[in-house]
């Protein structure tokens, strides 16, 4: 029934309803209350792209979509809805999948660098204000100037510390710098970095071409980000991530104008997180990307409990709308639903702000676009069945699929190459070693001058070593172990000088 041009969403045994794969970069929206089937229903779209070989990027929220990458089994009740949807094609298989994760534990992490990920964006993580963002602003200004990569937390930290000791030198050229604010953006980059940020901020950052492959047979290779986790430890953090997926997916593809399939599909669970707090700078950036993407071939679409969770100015540039049960039980929940009703195209046999609310698990109303771009009448569909597991996979089989990855051994190992952090290190032992050489030489114009002048030898100097080298030749001891890098970066405050 379905092909690479027409992707079946659903049915209700009079009729079908599938979207148009050349319509499918206009975006969409799958809202509905908890547990009335979103996640089945964004299975069932992610295996329509993998068929029409439309690579896909998802985050399993809760852990239970990794069974993509498993056949169904046989159960009565998908037998029941195939027939009554009226699929005569039906035929259990897995989808090639790849697992992702911040973290590394059930994935392949999953970085990209300080500087690709921005200072608007890095801004919107650290909570700051308009003071405070200005200055993280010309921190990366600063390190550019200067010819220094920011690419970890490490480098960031550092580059703040050399400005507040350099502020006075600075100041002409970027403006006042503040401690105050300095100080402010350190204490929330030590948050950030409790939340996990220094795992995902670092390199190897992830090349966009390993989450766009096919697989040997053309089907889309669905790219699972595991973030049940990472939602747990920093919502932000998660949501900081997908904007800069967008950001750099917009940047970096050419036009492709229009095409009869999307290039990339990407699925944002949880959307309200998009925007929650979200300063307005921000929301008008991600208005702007969501609208002009779609010319490089990629298609977005949200999964929240409400549409409202949307931007309106986001949810009137969605074409396909799946929109699963809401509850009405106080009356903005009432007010909720008439306004989701209005946000579909009539349908006279429909009565939708109720039906809205009756809707059974695993049922829909649905509105695509038409070949030529209009949105069809909302119908009443029960959601097709998905060909691949429902639930997740089993840590052995998770396993196994990662062991077969063919980016197995890429990411796993994090790099360090020289950046702000290492170039100030040895700004700050050449300063170290010409104060310790300046101490010498004094000491030694001090020693001829007491005897031309035959005065009594002073009291021997002890040996311990002045602040500043023991401070260097301690990092230079630690530096090499995990541990001893993690701390290093709150001490080497007092180096970054001159």
């Not at 896909?56 to 239970?64: E, S, Y």
Request: proline share 5%.
């Amino acid at each position: 029934m379905s092909d690479e041009n027409h992707l079946l969403i659903g049915g209700n045994g009079e009729q079908t309803v599938f979207m148009d794969a050349s319509m499918a970069n206009r975006h969409g929206m799958v809202a509905g209350a908890t547990g009335t089937g979103k996640t089945v229903t964004l299975q069932v779209l992610a295996e329509n792209f993998s068929k029409a070989g439309v690579p896909v990027f998802l985050a399993d929220v809760k852990g239970d979509v990794s069974g993509i990458g498993k056949k169904a089994k046989p159960h009565p009740k998908i037998d029941e809805r195939i027939e009554t949807i009226g699929i005569t094609d039906y035929s259990a298989s897995p989808s090639p999948v790849v697992f992702w994760d911040m973290f590394g534990e059930k994935g392949h992490p999953i970085r990209t660098t300080v500087s690709e990920i921005g200072p608007l964006l890095l801004a919107n993580l650290l909570e700051l204000n308009d003071t405070q963002t200005g200055i993280l602003y010309s921190c990366f200004k600063i390190a550019d100037d200067q010819g220094m990569l920011i690419l970890d937390l490490k480098d960031l930290r550092s580059m703040l510390i050399w400005m507040g000791d350099n502020r006075a030198d600075l100041k002409s050229e970027y403006g006042n710098i503040s401690t105050s604010s300095i100080g402010a953006i350190q204490r929330g980059l030590i948050v950030l970095e409790e939340q996990g940020a220094e795992f995902f901020l670092g390199e190897p950052a992830i090349e966009l071409k390993d989450l766009m492959s096919r697989d040997f047979s053309g089907r889309g290779v669905i790219n699972i980000l595991d973030a049940n986790t990472l939602l747990q430890k920093s919502p932000k953090l998660y949501s900081t991530f997908l904007l800069w997926l967008l950001s750099e997916l917009f940047e970096s593809l050419p036009e492709v104008g229009d095409a009869d399939r999307p290039k990339f599909v990407i699925f944002f669970d949880e959307a309200h997180l998009l925007f929650d707090d979200a300063p307005k700078v921000l929301v008008e950036k991600i208005e702007q990307v969501v609208r002009l993407i779609r010319s490089k071939g990629v298609g977005i679409y949200f999964i929240s409990q409400s549409p409202l969770d949307v931007p309106e100015e986001i949810l009137g540039q969605l074409g396909l709308k799946i929109q699963h049960a809401l509850r009405a039980f106080t009356p903005k929940d009432q007010k909720a639903v008439r306004t989701v009703a209005e946000t579909f195209r009539p349908n006279p046999k429909l009565e939708t702000g109720k039906v809205i609310t009756q809707l059974g698990v695993g049922e829909a109303l649905v509105s695509v676009l038409d070949a030529e771009g209009i949105p069809t009448q909302v119908e009443r569909v029960l959601v097709r069945p998905p060909e691949s597991r429902i639930g997740p996979m089993t840590a052995s089989e998770r396993a196994e699929q990662i062991d077969r990855s063919p980016y197995r051994g890429r990411y796993e190992q994090t790099l360090d190459r020289e950046s702000a952090y290492e170039m100030l290190l040895q700004r700050a032992k050449k300063l170290a070693a010409q104060e310790d050489k300046d101490a010498q030489e004094s000491a030694l114009r001090a020693e001829r001058e007491r005897l031309e002048k035959g005065t009594s030898r002073p009291r021997r100097q002890s040996s311990r070593q002045i602040p500043t080298e023991e401070l260097v030749k301690s990092a230079a001891r630690v530096i090499g172990s995990p541990l001893g890098r993690r701390l290093i970066r709150g001490v080497l405050g007092s180096l970054f000088r001159g």
